[in-house]
């Protein structure tokens, strides 16, 4: 079987957004017919990451957002042209790419986890690129 990366879109709504894609993630999961096996999810922007955290409590995301702020101003935009320094900061913090487990045909997450597209230089159309792996 040839494996392919898989295109998946979406269209953040703020500046800084956590967008909760873990439905499209299984939703593309189901139409690869991967029943057990890994999943590799990138993003392949410079602004933008992807996490794994906690989708039960929206306060998580929240405080999330906060302390990134603190750490990541908008203060430190000066040097770079475009003036969005902070965002590629916090990219490169929370980084571009996630393996995710199979199992039965499912996502193998934790209870509370969800995978978010994390926007920092919004809003945004994205592109998340996929490959599952296995059998």
Known sequence: MIKIWRELVFNT???????????????DLQKAGIKEGVG???IPHTTAG?????????DVL???KMALEQIFPSS?????REGNSAAHLKAALV???????????RLRL???QGVYLCEFDGPRRRRILVRWDGN
């Open 40 to 42: 590799t999810v990138f």
């Open 13 to 27: 709504r703020a500046a800084t957004d956590f967008l909760e894609i873990t439905g499209a993630l299984a939703a």
């Open 50 to 58: 992807l996490m794994l955290n906690e989708n039960a409590d929206p």
């Open 95 to 105: 980084g571009a790419s996630l393996q995710l487990p199979v199992a039965d045909g």
């Open 76 to 80: 430190l935009n000066r040097a770079h």
């Open 62 to 64: 929240y405080d999330l």
């Open 110 to 112: 934790g209870t509370w």
